[in-house]
């Protein structure tokens, strides 16, 4: 089996290629091919020749997507509707990497795989018109669904909020608002998983249990124990580009179950 991951320098793609280190993998990151473009994407892995290709390649960060929004639905959306158009072509199993984020929070418990998402900023946007490329170009494919990703590549909550705590005694963290939070590691190795199935559909990857930012904050500075104090703050008292939804969780109905958030962050901090 041969597995290509789009988006293989990113923090998701340092894990997968951990995981899949018994795989035959081409990892391919934004030097090595512009999901942009359509020819350079068949062209490429049409060489690869990929029996199942993960997109986890996207525009992420929420606030730059607000005042670029061109780029973000050139990149989340059309570069996925480009992606699943050659994977279709190939005959290639796709799994496709969106976000919480397609959600705008107002349900009030935690949404299911199948609840219609109504997404309220551009990230969010983007991703899910990108999930709807996916399901009209293909039949083989995963959307997979994630939340509050943190690892051991590139900038992430946890890092911002240890790094933090080395300057500051008093840190203020928005409290109102919920989601689960999810180690990369995890999800992964979830991901790993779907290599085989032939289940196809929306699945919800992300660690049991959610907290709001304040709570995860504060579960960090006790397993590290740093002497740190933190201040709850609304998310109107913060200047930010893009509206957050208000609880975003996510239910995991399938098969593949991750542990509870707290014992994921417990061992991702404890390692270091």
């Not at 512009?34 to 993960?54: A, G, S």
Request: glycine fraction near 6%; charged fraction near 25%.
């Amino acid at each position: 089996m041969t597995i290509c991951i789009l988006g293989g320098t990113g923090q998701l793609g340092h894990e997968l290629i951990k995981v899949m280190k018994d795989k035959k993998v081409a990892s391919l990151g934004r030097k090595n091919i512009d999901i942009t473009k359509l020819d350079e994407v068949y062209k490429t892995l049409k060489t690869i020749k990929p029996d199942v290709i993960i997109h986890a390649a996207a525009f992420t960060d929420v606030d730059q997507c607000e005042n670029k929004p061109e780029l973000a639905f050139k990149v989340n959306t059309q570069g996925t509707k480009n992606v699943s158009i050659v994977a279709g072509n190939l005959g290639s199993k796709l799994i496709y990497i969106s976000t919480d984020y397609v959600f705008d929070g107002n349900k009030g418990s935690p949404y299911n795989e199948s609840d219609l998402p109504n997404p309220i900023n551009i990230y969010g946007m983007s991703k899910y018109e990108g999930e709807i490329e996916v399901q009209k170009n293909l039949e083989k494919y995963f959307i997979v669904r994630t939340a509050w990703l943190y690892g051991n590549k590139g900038k992430n909550f946890v890092k911002t909020i240890l790094s933090l705590t080395s300057n500051n005694t008093l840190l203020k963290v928005v409290d109102d608002q919920i989601g689960s939070p999810t180690y990369a590691v995890d999800l992964a190795q979830a991901l790993k998983k779907l290599l085989v199935m032939e289940d196809y559909g929306v699945y919800h990857f992300i660690n049991a249990g959610n907290s709001t930012w304040y709570d995860f904050a504060k579960e960090i500075i006790k397993i590290k124990n740093i002497a740190a104090k933190l201040s709850p703050i609304t998310s109107t008292e913060i200047q930010r580009k893009a509206q957050r939804p208000a609880n975003s969780t996510l239910n995991n109905n399938s098969s593949i179950k991750l542990r509870p958030w707290q014992e994921a962050l417990k061992e991702y901090l404890l390692d270091k």
